[in-house]
């Protein structure tokens, strides 16, 4: 399942079949848009050129932390900085609002700028390392796609960010392998 700081990461997108479609989507608009509208955030689009760098930079480095903690590594108290800094450039109003399992205290984004964006996904990251386990940020495994997920199965070993398209690719590519290897060992 998408979250919000995967979906962000991954708008550095790679072309999962191996093909020329790979593009990094961050500074176009439709996907400023799409990203907004999706996690209820706010910011002028198009982000302005030194707004777009910034982001850049912010997922680039994200990208790089979560890579390194997929590998095993420990959030160093440099990334907790790091982090802290950047949550810091967002500020949020706590409202109380009934929903259908009660009552629900939420923090809500203050801010409509990209620096509040850029908070809101720097939180949602320390969300996933607090409450669920760094250990789990996988990178799927086809080293044409790349992309960043939360493993939540039980048993800790979704290879893929999806089995019916990545999986099922990488096991095509296993079959013809082997069929290749076969036909010249004949
Ligand atoms: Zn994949």
Not at 79 to 91: I, S, T, V
Request: glycine content about 8%; hydrophobic content about 35%.
């Amino acid at each position: 399942m998408d979250r919000l700081w995967t979906d962000f990461v991954n708008s550095d997108y790679h072309d999962w079949r191996g093909g020329d479609r790979s593009e990094d989507r961050l500074g176009k608009t439709e996907w400023q848009q799409g990203f907004l509208k999706q996690w209820q955030l706010n910011a002028s689009v198009p982000a302005s050129s030194e707004e777009e760098g910034a982001l850049r930079s912010f997922r680039n480095e994200l990208q790089a932390l979560a890579t390194r903690l997929s590998e095993g590594k420990p959030l160093s108290s440099k990334d907790q900085e790091w982090l802290n800094a950047k949550m810091k450039e967002g500020q949020v109003v706590r409202r109380l609002n009934a929903g259908d399992e009660g009552l629900k205290l939420s923090l809500i984004p203050a801010g409509t700028q990209w620096q509040q964006v850029m908070a809101e996904v720097a939180a949602d990251f320390a969300i996933t390392v607090v409450e669920g386990d760094g250990g789990r940020i996988r990178i799927c495994d086809n080293a044409d796609c790349r992309w960043i997920f939360y493993d939540d199965t039980r048993s800790r070993t979704q290879k893929y960010c999806d089995d019916k398209m990545c999986g099922n690719l990488m096991k095509v590519r296993r079959f013809r392998a082997k069929q290749k290897k076969d036909q010249q060992q004949e």
